[in-house]
Structure formats: C-alpha cells, structure tokens
C-alpha cells in the first residue's frame, strides 16, 4: 500500500520558515521522482518543485527560486521542502507527489493527503 505522509506545515509570520517532510512508504522510494505542489484556497494545483531519484536534478517554479529548497533522504524515505522568506500568497495546501517517469504535467503516479501552510501576521 503506497503512503505518502506528509508533515510540518503550520502558522507562521511572513519572511518566517518552515520544513516541510514527505515520508514515503509502499514503493521505491529511491528510483522515484519525487514534487511538491500546493493548492491555495479557491484555486487550482500549482507545481511547487521537482527532484530527480538521485537527488542532484532539481527544478523550481520561478517564485520560488532563491527561498525553497527542495532535497530527499533516500536511506529515510523522506522528501524535504525548506521554505524561507515566507508570504502571505505562499498560504496553501502542500502536497508531495510522486513518478516513476517525469512528470511535468501534475499528472502523478502518487500523491499524499498534504500539510497546511499559512502565512500571515
């Protein structure tokens, strides 16, 4: 049974941090891509990041270039996503999701249930 977990969401101030972790569970980890995406209040699901199964491949949506940072543990089954220099539009549902085969489309093979991410004074 494929599981991904997904935790570290929570309030937070705008220009605050916080990590979020993925802990995946029922599949193989380690040969997987591996995004994070979200899903603000009223709006549609946006791509957040990518990593590749090795971890040295990394993509970005541009508004996030310079304050996420997205990595994995594949000795822990565990997605990573540090967020810093928070905004109030950042606010969302935070998913991971997972392919066997790149994915640039949203279409993935697994997604978990997501953390809450909200930012605001």
């Known amino acids: 049974q494929v599981q991904l977990v997904e935790s570290g969401g929570g309030l937070v101030q705008p220009g605050g941090s916080l990590r979020l972790s993925c802990v995946a569970s029922?599949?193989?980890?380690?040969?997987?891509?591996m995004y994070w995406v979200r899903q603000a209040p009223g709006k549609g699901l946006e791509w957040v990041s990518t990593?590749?199964?090795?971890?040295?491949?990394?993509y970005y949506k541009d508004s996030m270039k310079g304050r996420f940072t997205i990595s994995r543990d594949n000795a822990k089954n565990t997605l990573y996503l540090q967020m810093n220099s928070l905004k109030p539009e950042d606010t969302a549902l935070y998913y991971c999701?997972?392919?066997?085969?790149?994915?640039?489309?949203?279409?993935?093979?697994?997604r978990g249930q997501g953390t809450q991410v909200t930012v605001s004074s």
């Open positions: 999701a997972g392919s066997y085969a790149y994915k640039p489309n949203l279409e993935y093979d697994y």
């Open positions: 029922g599949f193989t980890f380690s040969r997987y891509w």
């Open positions: 990593i590749n199964s090795g971890g040295g491949v990394t």
